[in-house]
């Protein structure tokens, strides 16, 4: 079966950084995505990997490794506003988004 | 990016009653439309896959007959909920993606929050 793993919730302080890991199995890759979603809103899109490397936007930079079904969310500089569901997103080979459960960041003063 | 809307944001109606959703791509054409479910704390749940002028697909254990999906336009999919009772309140979300853009990102809506009393 298709599975993509997060942790389910992580804590981070004001200014500092946070990285929110993500592993998948899925039939095919196609692409990888972060999404960003505050709570009763829609996602936003954040970052997409279809190579290996690390692709940096901003305070916000993500890493892929298709070998190792490994990719990864920097965010530099926390900021409040940036309490919200982070949501990891691969598309397989019949370009079909497999989502993450999403992983609740929250940020402390 | 792209811009996706939907109509309305939120919605409360009685059990047994209908209510229709519409998703609308505002500046370029969507061949494939996507319907989201999102209960409280929980990730998104693709409901179906509708493509203009054809049957929409849907997911396994998303019944057809209750969930109602046209894509009548490359700018309009709606999605109508018959018969809605207190389980079906959630967080439905459209999705399209552009023509030109089988690799790239999928634009959302903001949401319809339907509440069934």
């Known amino acids: 079966g298709q599975n993509i793993d997060q942790p389910t919730e992580m804590t981070a302080t004001e200014g500092a950084i946070v990285q929110i890991n993500c592993t998948y199995q899925?039939?095919?890759?196609?692409?990888l995505f972060w999404y960003q979603q505050h709570a009763g809103e829609a996602p936003t899109f954040l970052s997409y990997n279809v190579l290996d490397g690390l692709e940096e936007k901003g305070r916000f930079s993500s890493f892929l490794s298709r070998s190792k079904g490994y990719s990864y969310l920097l965010l530099k500089e926390l900021q409040m506003k940036d309490s919200a569901s982070y949501l990891c997103?691969?598309?397989?080979?019949?370009?079909?988004?497999?989502w993450g459960a999403g992983t609740k960041l929250i940020i402390k003063p | 990016g792209a811009v996706v809307s939907q109509h309305p944001s939120w919605v409360i109606c009685k059990s047994g009653t209908s209510v229709k959703i519409e998703c609308r791509s505002l500046?370029?054409?969507?061949?494939?439309m996507f319907w989201y479910r999102q209960f409280p704390k929980q990730s998104l749940m693709l409901m179906a896959t509708?493509?203009?002028?054809?049957?929409?697909?849907?997911e396994q254990g998303v019944e057809k007959d209750k969930f109602l999906i046209n894509h009548a336009s490359l700018t309009l999919s709606t999605l109508t909920v018959t018969s809605a009772h207190p389980e079906d309140s959630s967080f439905y979300i459209c999705?399209?993606?552009?023509?030109?853009?089988?690799?790239?990102?999928?634009?959302f809506g903001p949401g319809t929050r339907l509440t069934v009393t």
């Open positions: 509708s493509n203009e002028g054809s049957k929409a697909t849907y």
């Open positions: 899925t039939s095919g890759f196609n692409g």
């Open positions: 999705s399209t993606r552009s023509v030109a853009g089988e690799a790239y990102e999928q634009y």
């Open positions: 997103a691969v598309k397989d080979s019949n370009y079909q988004l497999i």
């Open positions: 500046d370029f054409q969507a061949t494939t």
